[in-house]
């Protein structure tokens, strides 16, 4: 985890869900998120934006993002996620890991 949130662990892959509506960036998220798991992915990156432009400073994506990975149907595929390191977009990103997938 410590290594993950330094910049120093790879990715295995990413999605930009910034400049999505919300519906657009939640169904992209959901099947991104399972097909990752199918490929058995560990780490995603999941880019929000920062929503700078937002009346309280947070984009809607970045607000609502962590709440989808705790839900169904991606909360048994997700093990944790943190904010990227800025390296990897920082606050306008995650990094998610996924759970491993039984062969």
Same mark, same amino acid.
């Given at each position: 985890?410590?290594?993950?949130? #330094?910049? #120093?662990? $790879?990715?295995?892959?990413?999605?930009?869900?910034?400049?999505?509506?919300? $519906? +657009? /960036?939640?169904?992209?998220?959901?099947?991104?998120?399972? $097909?990752?798991?199918?490929?058995?992915?560990?780490?995603?990156?999941?880019?929000?934006?920062?929503?700078?432009?937002?009346?309280?400073? #947070?984009?809607?994506?970045?607000?609502?993002?962590?709440?989808?990975?705790?839900?169904?149907?991606? /909360?048994?595929?997700?093990?944790?996620? /943190?904010? /990227?390191?800025?390296?990897?977009?920082?606050?306008? +990103?995650?990094?998610?890991?996924?759970?491993?997938? #039984?062969?």
């Amino acid at each position: 985890q410590r290594a993950l949130r #330094r910049g #120093r662990m $790879e990715i295995d892959d990413r999605i930009d869900l910034h400049g999505l509506t919300q $519906e +657009a /960036a939640h169904q992209r998220l959901i099947g991104f998120l399972m $097909e990752a798991h199918r490929r058995r992915l560990s780490v995603v990156l999941v880019i929000t934006g920062k929503g700078d432009g937002s009346w309280d400073g #947070r984009g809607v994506l970045k607000r609502v993002v962590p709440g989808w990975l705790k839900v169904p149907p991606v /909360a048994g595929l997700v093990v944790g996620f /943190a904010e /990227a390191h800025a390296f990897h977009g920082g606050a306008g +990103a995650l990094y998610v890991r996924l759970r491993r997938k #039984r062969p």
